[in-house]
Every structure is written in C-alpha cells, then in structure tokens.
C-alpha cells in the first residue's frame, strides 16, 4: 500500500518503472504567481496620479496667489478711502495711498514680472448706495469723492507640474476691491427724528435753511412724521440705558454709525425724567439721574417753572416740587399773531425761552411739526432784563444779537451770549417777587453748555418701515438742535393743557456735516473706512 501523500510517478512505457512527473516552466510560474499584482496597478495608475498631484500642487499655488492679490486690492481700497474727506487733493491723496502706502507682494507669480504688486486702476464715486448696493457717477472732484474702486494689475502663475496633463499656466488674473468712509456721531445722546416732511416736496430739506425754527417732536406712533426717538449705541438697550445717554454729562457707550443707524423703542418717564437733569429739575431728588453717572445742569436754566414756595430752595418734595406760576401769572399767548403787550408781559411771573408762538398759544392746536421762528423775545426780555421798546432794540444791536437778514434773535444766540456773561442783569433779576421764579437757582451741579445741545438723525420713518428696533436704517440728514424747555405738562391761564411732558421742544441750530464737530462737542468723524465688496 502506497504511503498518503506520497508523489504519483508516471510509469515508464519502455520498461514498465514509474518516473518522477516534469518541473512547471519558468513562464508558467510567472504567470501563474498573484504574489504581486498591486504593484502592477500602481505601474499602470502612474500616470494619473502625477497628474492630480501637479493639478494640486499648482491649483494651490493658483488660489494663494489670487489671495495675494485680493489683498492688495483690500488694502489698496481702504488706504485710498482714508483720504476721501472732502477737502482739497483728496482724490491726489486717495491715488497716493494706494499706490505708496500699501506695499504688497506675490510670492506665487513667477510671470517674470517681479514681486511688487501694482495698482491697474483707481475708479472714484460720488457715493455708494448700500440699501441697493450700487456705486453713484464717476467723479473727479474732491468734495464729491465718497466711494472709490482700486484694480490690481493681473499676473501669472507659470505651472510646474499640470503641464503633465496640457495646462501650462493660469493665465491673467486680477483682483479688485471697493471702499468708502463711513461716518461716526459721537458725544451726544443718540436721538432721531422722522422727517417732518417725509412724502412732500420738501423731503430733501436742508436744516441750514431751517436755523432758528422750533421743531416739536413729539412720542407716538413709530414712523410718523415729527415723532422722536433713540438710536441704540452698543451699550445696550431699554429705558433705563436711554435714560443713562439722555441724563449723563458723557454718554456712555460706543459711537453712533452716520449710516445704517439701529433704531431703539423704549420710551417712558424715566427717560424724559433724566432729560429734565439737563434743565436742573429734579422732582425725586438725585433718584432722576441713573445710578453710574453724573447729569449736571446746563449753566443756564432760566425756564418758565417755578419753586412750590417761591423762595428759590433747592427742596424737591412737596410744595417745593417744581411747577407752573398761579395762573394769570403764565406765560400763554392767546393766538399765533398777536405778542403780548408791555403790561401782559408785566404779569409773567416766570419765563424761560419759549417756543415759536405758533407752538404755545392757546388757539394753536394742529399747528404742525415744524414752527415759523416767530418766538417772544420781547416778553423774555422783559421779563427777565426788564427791557422794552427802544432800550430792548439798543441792547440786541449793541450786542449783535440779531444776525443779518432777520427780524429777530435767535434762541440760541441769546443763551450763548447769557452763558458768555453770566452776571448780565443780575441786579434785575435779584429784585423783585419773581426773580426767584425767573432765575430757578442752580440746584444740580454746572456744566457745560453743551448740556442744552443735542445731534439727532433725521429718517424717513414711512419709507423705512420704521416700527420700533430696527438695523441698518439710513440716515436722511444730521441736525444740531437747541433744547428749548424742559418736558412738562403746561397750562394756560385758563387750564387748558399747551404743552406735554412727552414732548422735547427744540430750535434748529444747523445741518451737521461730516467731518464737522460742531458747538455741541459731537464728533462726526469720517475716519471709518469699510469695504462694500
């Protein structure tokens, strides 16, 4: 029996012996060996993967190099933007920034062409419009350059590797990028306004054209014409914060945008509380200033209120509380028209500047937002100069206060000249039963003048929706305004209610321009580049 396992030999034919069986070729083990097949494929695949490695290696060198540009342009954007301030060289300045001041390189490019980036062309805008996103006209003027355009000049990265599969550079590639200066209102409470005139023909109305005129602004319903109300300024938001921008001597918190403004609700009588700071009432004691700051008075705060005693102390309870003068002895004409006379005027217990006639007489309900400038001086001065007839005339023309072309003074002409020469009268108004009526005391401590100032933006409520917070909100123009009186609940000698305390009565000053700071100590400064794309 054969052993198992044991090799099979083929039989020999010519003598009948088995014979061991022939070795496999050489060939035939080759082919028939699987111990390798991999490194096949990987032979085959060579081809295709130096390929994708080149395409790779030169796509990233391809996208390094557009970001070498695209940064360039940025920054190239931006320098020249930084110049764009509306005064004389501007754009000479802008072109300068943007070929001087900005040095980049490419690292990525090997055209032949160096290093050294430069700027293809500079483009500049007469403004940008971001609700639309569309530039204004070309421009070569430097008063009306806003926005500008900056082109880097194409380069090219020369392949190194894709070659392999027929691509043998990037050709041209540019970068471009756009920018304009935006603008920032800072040191002031952040107060808007709708558009007395939104939706007439007066949109677009210049507040120089308007110097001297009240404007009533009023709470209500958000957007409607003349209402008020504040911007939020990134130190957070709800009445307790406004009150804190209104009373405190520095507002607290971040800048105001020039544009694209963010609209706050929040109005109650804490907040017209801590106005009332401004004007040196306070019918809580110190609780009407929020907790954090200081809200010290205006050197001036001649108004047309009284001490509950009428001895001028400093008490804020009870009868000391301030209030109007018994009736008969306020300050209330009866119609738009007709002034006071010398011995109505002699009445007039207390007397503050006053609003436009139009905006305090008894029959002038419904009168509008925006007033004449026809305002008492007579009786002011009357009351607490005792000037009249001719003596009144010899003292405004001795002390220009009448500017040219008008009829009368101006409210805040006259409280700049008092805060100029604060003793002017002080004999007169020491005498007498209503001085300490007319005078008020100073019951807070002074500050500066700028206390009766403020910056409002004025917006098109309507057109922009405006319900309450809102973001991005453009701005129609800046206004510098006189506070006039403080918020209260006025009668007329009859009872008749005249004046609310949700109402901030105030006189145009002027139109504020960027770049300006103004009398208010506002800062408008157009020193905030952005990109728009």
């Known amino acids: 029996m054969a052993r198992t396992g044991a090799k099979r030999r083929s039989p020999d034919r010519s003598t009948g012996a088995v014979r061991p069986a022939a070795a496999p070729s050489c060939l035939s083990r080759f082919l028939a060996d699987s111990t390798a097949a991999v490194a096949a494929l990987y032979a085959l695949a060579l081809f295709v993967l130096v390929g994708m490695a080149g395409v790779a290696w030169d796509w990233t060198r391809m996208t390094a190099m557009d970001s070498e540009l695209q940064n360039a342009a940025d920054q190239a954007a931006l320098a020249a933007a930084t110049q764009l301030d509306g005064q004389p060289d501007a754009i000479e300045r802008a072109t300068n920034a943007a070929n001087a001041l900005v040095n980049n390189i490419t690292r990525m490019s090997d055209d032949g062409s160096g290093a050294a980036l430069t700027v293809e062309t500079i483009t500049f805008y007469d403004g ?6 569309t530039f204004g006209s070309e421009t070569d003027v ?8 900056v082109r880097i000049a194409p380069r090219e990265a020369m392949y190194t590797l894709t070659p392999v599969v027929g691509i043998f550079s990037s050709g041209d590639i540019s970068a471009e990028a756009a920018a304009a200066l935006g603008s920032a209102i800072c040191n002031t409470p952040p107060v808007m306004i709708c ?18 005129r009240g404007l009533k602004l009023i709470t209500g319903s958000p957007g409607a014409p003349g209402n008020f109300g504040f911007l939020r300024a990134g130190f957070g938001n709800g009445a307790q914060d406004l009150a804190r921008s209104l009373g405190y001597d520095t507002p607290p918190g971040e800048c105001v945008p020039g544009q694209g403004v963010e609209t706050e609700p929040g109005l109650n009588q804490s907040v017209f509380a801590a106005f009332q700071t401004r004007f040196d009432i306070s019918e809580n004691g110190a609780s009407t200033c929020p907790s954090g700051g200081e809200c010290s008075a205006a050197p001036i705060v001649r108004k047309d209120l009284m001490k509950g005693n009428g001895n001028g102390n400093c008490g804020t309870n009870g ?19 007709t002034l006071l006379n010398d011995t109505e005027i002699g009445e007039i217990a207390a007397m503050g500047l006053p609003r436009d006639v139009m905006h ?9 937002i925006v007033g004449d400038g026809v305002w008492d001086y007579k009786a002011y001065f009357g009351v607490n100069y005792g000037l009249f007839g001719s003596a009144l005339d010899n003292f405004l023309n001795a002390n220009s206060l009448v500017r040219p072309g008008k009829s009368r003074p101006v409210r805040y002409d006259i409280y700049k000249w008092e805060v100029a020469n604060p003793n002017a009268g002080a004999q007169t108004l020491q005498s007498g ?11 807070r401590p002074v500050g500066n003048a700028q206390r009766r100032l403020i910056t409002a933006a004025v917006i098109n409520c309507q057109a922009e929706g405006i319900t309450g917070h809102e973001i991005g909100v453009p701005v129609q123009q800046w206004l510098e305004l006189f506070l006039v009186e403080p918020p209260f609940n006025r009668k007329d000698n009859k009872g008749n209610s005249i004046t609310s305390n949700s109402e901030i009565y105030v006189e145009v000053v002027r139109a504020v321009d960027l770049g300006d700071d103004g009398d208010s100590a506002t800062v408008v ?8 794309r």
């Open 433 to 443: 039963n209503k001085t300490a009526y007319a005078k008020g005391g100073q019951c």
């Open 128 to 133: 940008y419009d971001r609700a639309n996103d």
């Open 360 to 368: 305090i007489c008894t029959n002038c309900s419904g009168s509008g």
């Open 319 to 337: 009868n000391n509380a301030w209030q109007q003068p018994p009736e008969g002895e306020r300050y209330a004409p009866q119609n738009p028209t």
């Open 195 to 212: 558009n007395p005139f939104e939706g007439t023909a007066e949109e677009n109305w210049n507040g120089d054209d308007y110097e001297g």
């Open 142 to 149: 430097d008063t009306e350059a806003g926005a500008v355009r």
């Open 525 to 532: 400064r157009r020193d905030i580049p952005y990109l728009i």
